[in-house]
């Protein structure tokens, strides 16, 4: 079973966006959520196109499950909230069930 989790963060006024981008990518490449249940794990920072509020970032987190149980997305919310905390704040969690996928 596949999984997608996405954190929402909001920037704090004062933070600078390619300082946050920086900070993920450093911050996240260690990052460990596997567990007992995952094969894989990947995943991405989007920026969300609308500008007409502070700027607002998706965590993409996709697991690859060796087993049907679910993953935990929400379990990891207030560790990655520790992670981002000195420029944004994690603001809700989206969690998808992959249904179908194209190879690429």
Known sequence: MKMDGNYHIVLM???SEADFAGHVAKEFSTVGFSTRITR???HRLLKVADDSFNPHYVLQVSVDLVTEVPYGFAGHVPYISGLVEPYGVVTDL???TVVESTPS
Do not use: C, L, Y
């Open 13 to 15: 006024p004062e933070a």
């Open 40 to 42: 894989a794990i990947d």
């Open 94 to 96: 989206d969690v998808f």
